[in-house]
């Protein structure tokens, strides 16, 4: 076992020696860099829920978008009047100074993460009720709905989009900007990603993958299937909010249906990634993702203007083909490494009669 | 007068819904999939309309040519991916229809623009209560084409080989297979006709209401709706949630604004689902 740990040490410094460093080896990529970051959290956040606890959601787009929103709204809200600003170019009559538009973003990123929380354990028992395919569509439709009633209200630039406040220009240095948006994901990325693994090691994953092969079972059990759920779909929201409210900063513009509740960009990329590197597997997500972005950047600009129908294509081609993603390909291929115990009689003889 | 323009809108457009959602229904309880792509298959059929209106042909005809095309789009659709999902989980089914819904919007967009575009009846409109209901009768005319469908689509499932093979598919496809009938060829066909009835509902909307590249979602969503609350294979109910639907969508516009439009429906989703959910688990059971 001491083995194991210290490979498992080397792997995860090494890892973390590579992200703190990665802005400065690929200065130029810093933006892709973060939302690289984000993009492994969605999926990561979206595996606990559609890999875990078997409810393939579409709705977790609702606290990403609505993450964006709080963050910017109360990194203006603090400091000026909200209606004002989004009303037309309140950015250029209202500056934010340095400190202002740090303890806006901490006080934004702050409550973009509890409130998503609190709204998802507010809704969670109505609509984790539903089972299965219903779930996905009320979900879908959530997500929707949110978009299309944000994209109404006047206070948070209804149509016309919402500019967030523009990084302090009182600080000189010019890489300093991508520099913050990236560390601060990268923050969150590490975060996101112990909060999931201490969930892997933990009774509360068997608790979902109970719920996840048979609800009615893990009840019948004496396994309070709604509480748990609630609390999954909780922590999911919780690290949604939190993506949401850097992506905001950095994109520096909201629109409601294309950038926020974008569920058909983000919405189905985090479903996507968590598919394509394998449901219901720790580094699944992480390395889906980032095969995803690195597949997507290259391509985007080779297919310009296709990519949308190259992005269909992908999703049918994943999803009918590819169900089980690459690591269950991997698991299938070596399931040793898994820690899957099999055994060799079994094996011969199964050789033997192909 | 606005409530009785309103009822009569919502009535007219109900009718419309019940189309799509019977074509929804059809495939549902045949072949176990929700199709997401199931308004922009309606999309793609006003445009269909729209094409023959640019040639100069009059785009009524739409109602018949659209859905001649659209079931042979079903049809190559069925034998490119949906045979795959057919017998999967029905998440499978969801995501990969999905993929196909943005295909579909975006090469739509690509051949026929981003314009908001709408073919051009020259029906005229009818004039009630002292002229203070105006009724296109276009609206008219597209309820009256939908029912006509709707009533000789039962009678072919009720009379015809193929209507009769696709029913006993959906009673229970491995018996149907066993005394003969090609499930294979029954689940094309299926998706055909749900195909050309999205063929006939879009040409109708050509004419009517009007057509962008990625308003197919929304027709997705009315139908789902329309088919849970009516239950498959259930025509009037289907026909009276349609109407229902279209009424709930007429004055949710007229009270809430007509930015809020898509937004109510989507809404109202949840809020069916949810209330269903609350109904059933009184008794401890949930929605299957």
């Known amino acids: 076992m001491g083995n194991i740990k210290q490979k498992d040490l080397i792997l995860y410094s090494g890892l973390i020696i590579l992200g703190l460093a990665a802005p400065y080896l690929f200065s130029a990529f810093k933006v892709q860099l973060t939302y690289l970051c984000v993009l492994i959290v969605l999926a990561m956040t979206w595996n606990l829920q559609g890999g875990e606890m078997g409810y393939n959601t579409f709705g977790n787009i609702l606290f990403y978008g609505l993450g964006m929103y709080l963050t910017a709204s109360v990194q203006v809200g603090m400091f000026f009047p909200l209606a004002e600003w989004t009303e037309s170019g309140g950015e250029k009559t209202f500056v934010h100074t340095t400190a202002q538009y740090f303890q806006g973003i901490g006080v934004g990123l702050l409550v973009s993460a509890i409130v998503p929380a609190v709204i998802a354990g507010a809704i969670g028992y109505a609509i984790l009720g539903l089972r299965g395919h219903y779930f996905a569509i009320c979900t879908l439709g959530l997500g929707i709905a949110a978009g299309e009633i944000a994209g109404g209200i006047e206070i948070i630039g209804a149509g016309q989009g919402f500019t967030t406040p523009p990084f302090p220009a009182e600080i000189v240095d010019t890489e300093a900007r991508g520099k913050f948006f990236y560390f601060l994901s990268f923050a969150l990325l590490v975060g996101t990603f112990i909060f999931v693994k201490y969930i892997y090691g933990s009774r509360f994953r068997l608790i979902l993958n109970a719920i996840r092969d048979n609800e009615d079972k893990a009840e019948a059990m004496g396994i309070q299937t709604m509480k748990y759920k609630i609390v999954g779909w909780m922590c999911s929201a919780f690290f949604c909010g939190l993506a949401g409210g850097i992506m905001g900063g950095l994109i520096g513009y909201i629109d409601s249906t294309d950038v926020a509740f974008d569920g058909r960009e983000m919405g189905v990329f985090m479903v996507l990634m968590a598919i394509l590197g394998g449901k219901g597997t720790l580094w699944g997500p992480v390395i889906g993702a980032t095969l995803f972005h690195f597949f997507k950047e290259g ?9 949308y129908v190259a992005l269909g294509v992908l999703i049918v081609v994943i999803v009918v083909y590819f169900p089980e993603g690459l690591m269950g390909w991997l698991r299938e291929k070596y399931p040793e490494r898994f820690g899957e115990v099999i055994d060799e009689k079994d094996r011969k003889a199964q050789v033997e009669l192909k | 007068m606005l409530m009785v323009q309103a009822s009569l809108d919502g009535i007219l457009l109900g009718i419309l819904f019940a189309l799509i959602a019977y074509g929804m229904a059809l495939q549902w309880g045949v072949m176990n999939i929700i199709n997401i792509a199931q308004g922009d298959l309606v999309i793609l059929g006003g445009y269909i309309a729209y094409t023959i209106y640019l040639w100069g042909i009059h ?3 739409g109602v018949i040519i659209s859905p001649i095309i659209m079931f042979f789009v079903g ?9 795959k999902v057919v017998d999967r ?5 969801i995501l990969a229809t999905f993929g196909i819904a943005i295909v579909f919007q975006q090469l739509m967009n690509f051949i026929f623009g981003a314009d908001v575009v709408v073919a051009q009846s020259e029906y005229g409109t009818t004039m009630l209560f002292d002229n203070s209901v105006t009724l296109p009768n276009s609206k008219i005319f597209s309820a009256f084409i939908s029912v006509l469908y709707a009533v000789a689509l039962v009678i072919y499932m009720k009379k015809s080989r193929l209507g009769r093979a696709i029913r006993a598919t959906a009673q229970n496809a491995r018996a149907a297979k066993i005394l003969g009938v090609d499930t294979e060829k029954v689940y094309a066909a299926t998706f055909g006709i749900n195909a050309a009835l999205c063929g006939i509902a879009g040409a109708l909307i050509s004419i009517t209401l009007t057509l962008h590249p990625y308003v197919g979602l929304p027709y997705t969503v009315r139908s789902f709706m329309i088919v849970i609350v009516a239950g498959l294979g259930n025509l009037p109910a289907v026909a009276v949630s349609g109407m229902g639907l279209g009424l709930f969508e007429e004055f949710a516009d007229y009270i809430l604004g007509t930015e809020f439009r898509i937004g109510a429906v989507f809404m ?14 009184k008794k401890r059971e949930y929605l299957k």
């Open chain 2, 268 to 281: 109202l989703l949840v809020l069916i689902l949810v209330y269903r959910r609350f109904k059933l688990s």
């Open chain 2, 75 to 83: 049809w190559g659709l069925y034998k490119l991916v949906i045979n």
């Open chain 1, 299 to 307: 391509l985007w600009t080779l297919i310009l203007g296709w990519q």
């Open chain 2, 89 to 93: 989980d029905l998440f499978i089914s």
């Open chain 2, 59 to 61: 785009p009524a005809w």
